[in-house]
């Protein structure tokens, strides 16, 4: 027998006899050992793990296959999940992209919780995938120490994944960093933002982006829109973060397109589908089917939601894009269905809750910043803000749900955003404002986290913001590249004792930029 078939064997029977032997430690974990199959090939997990939307007895999982299959699904409070209940999971299927999402219910509190998930092939049911296996920590149910960051705007602007570079690093910064959840602040995709093979650096280096058939052109179709969420799930750097963090995700328009209202219709020559209506329910699709959030069939659509995080947090993760009116000039003097924003029925609702809250701290996670400026061409606006000056156009519904945080002693809330591309304290202040009918509050600001830096913005005095500490790109720079090192993420502290928040605001260097302290207020 020729020594390389021999040596092919005996590593065909090394391979076979390791599989066998871990299929004896699940039965011996009281766990069914899969079959053998004889298949061609078996299914595959294409994109890495993700959880998300935990609380304290709950978490989603998500996991893609390559074919229609079976999610399998085990977890337990030990890493060699001597403990492990095995799970049948959703089928993956082609209407969800081979997507499947399941949530885990009642389990421990406070608690790491491991997980590994296998497919099984539909129409080989003795065909499995290889396993993989990642981490979650549940949400207290008692008063313990946390730690959270935040951040947004993933692959922006032309600036993919750079393997030469590394990657997207930045996730790799905040992982290091060893949060229980992050809050990503929206555009987490870029479907508006093909990536070319090269740029040119100002330095004359250039930056090489992987690219692929969705990549290459405007996303239209949902299989483009998908397309952009495994483009950036293929990067090591996030596919490890996923594994161990879990992602609260909000959307705001680079999901769909630049600067998007419910009833646009676009003049962009790169689109061949004109009506933005559309685009977003196409966007609106591919980002439920790959973000690890909890959907409830009659709001299947919904993005807006509270989680609960354990007596020291709530979070409240709001939606400025889905209800919103048209992009004006922002200037009507009183309120009406043309100053929408996010909406009567999500105001209603974010108030409910905020009512409703027994959380010491009520963090709101907004897609867009309160008081900074973020124009939609020369006349129209953006953002709520829109000047110095009273409330006008979009700023009634913030002063109107800022008077009922007041009035209603709904204490110690905390805004987190990101979308201006930069990174910044801000400290809202109604001694300093023209609207004061509200209470003192702080706002936080930080990203990109992979995308181009920008900024500052214009700051609108309406409601007295103070920019405490900002850092930008310097005066006249614009779209600066990720190797730039101008990349921000924030961390969060709250201490299980005291109850303080400590906000630090940092680099992907991991440097911190800036940090306060914030009492709260019995």
Not at 61 to 75: F, N
């Amino acid at each position: 027998m020729p020594s390389t078939i021999k040596k092919r064997i005996l590593a065909s029977r090394r391979r076979f006899l390791a599989g066998a032997s871990a299929g004896a430690g699940l039965a011996l974990s009281g766990l069914a050992a899969p079959r053998l199959s004889f298949a061609a090939a078996r299914p595959r997990l294409t994109h890495g793990l993700q959880s998300g939307d935990v609380g304290t007895t709950s978490g989603v999982i998500w996991a893609r296959a390559d074919r229609p299959s079976r999610m399998i699904l085990e977890y337990a409070t030990t890493e060699s999940f001597r403990d492990a209940r095995r799970l049948r999971g959703p089928a993956a299927i082609g209407t969800s992209d081979f997507t499947a999402k399941m949530e885990l219910r009642d389990l421990p509190s406070g608690q790491e919780i491991f997980y590994r998930v296998r497919f099984q092939d539909l129409a080989d049911v003795n065909a499995e995938s290889e396993p993989l296996v990642a981490r979650f920590r549940t949400a207290p149910a008692q008063k313990r120490s946390l730690r959270f960051c935040w951040t947004g705007d993933t692959c922006g602007q032309g600036w993919g994944i750079n393997e030469d570079w590394g990657g997207m690093k930045g996730y790799e910064a905040m992982r290091r960093s060893q949060p229980d959840f992050l809050i990503h602040s929206g555009d987490t995709i870029y479907a508006d933002g093909p990536l070319e093979a090269e740029r040119k650096l100002a330095d004359g280096t250039v930056w090489k982006n992987v690219v692929t058939k969705e990549k290459s052109k405007v996303a239209e179709t949902v299989t483009e829109f998908r397309g952009n969420y495994q483009y950036n799930l293929t990067d090591a750097n996030v596919q490890r973060f996923n594994a161990e963090v879990p992602v609260l995700a909000q959307w705001d328009d680079h999901e769909t397109v630049n600067n998007w209202y419910p009833n646009e219709v676009l003049t962009d020559e790169r689109y061949g589908v004109k009506s933005v209506g559309l685009l977003a329910a196409r966007a609106n699709r591919a980002f439920l089917e790959y973000m690890p959030i909890r959907t409830t069939g009659m709001d299947a659509e919904r993005i807006h939601r509270v989680i609960h995080y354990g007596p020291l947090l709530d979070i409240f993760m709001i939606d400025k894009r889905s209800f919103r009116a048209d992009n004006s000039r922002n200037r009507q003097p009183q309120p009406g269905p043309e100053t929408a924003f996010l909406g009567r029925e999500q105001i209603a609702w974010l108030k409910r809750e905020l009512l409703a809250s027994k959380a010491t701290w009520k963090l709101i996670a907004s897609d867009m910043p309160v008081g900074l400026v973020v124009r939609d061409g020369e006349q129209h606006f953006e953002n709520g803000a829109n000047g110095d000056g009273p409330v006008l156009g979009r700023e009634h519904e913030i002063a109107d749900l800022l008077r009922f945080i007041k009035h209603n002693d709904v204490r110690n809330t905390v805004w987190f955003t990101a979308d201006v591309h930069y990174t910044a304290a801000h400290f809202y202040d109604p001694d300093k404002a023209q609207f004061q009918d509200f209470e003192p509050f702080w706002e936080f600001v930080s990203g990109p986290i992979h995308a181009g830096t920008f900024g500052p913005n214009e700051v609108d005095n309406t409601f007295g913001p103070q920019v405490v500490f900002s850092k930008a790109p310097p005066e006249g720079q614009r779209n600066l590249p990720p190797s730039d090192g101008l990349q921000f993420f924030g961390q969060v502290d709250i201490d299980g004792e005291s109850e303080a928040m400590t906000v630090t605001l940092k680099d992907i260097a991991e440097q911190d930029l800036y940090s306060v302290t914030l009492e709260p207020k019995a």
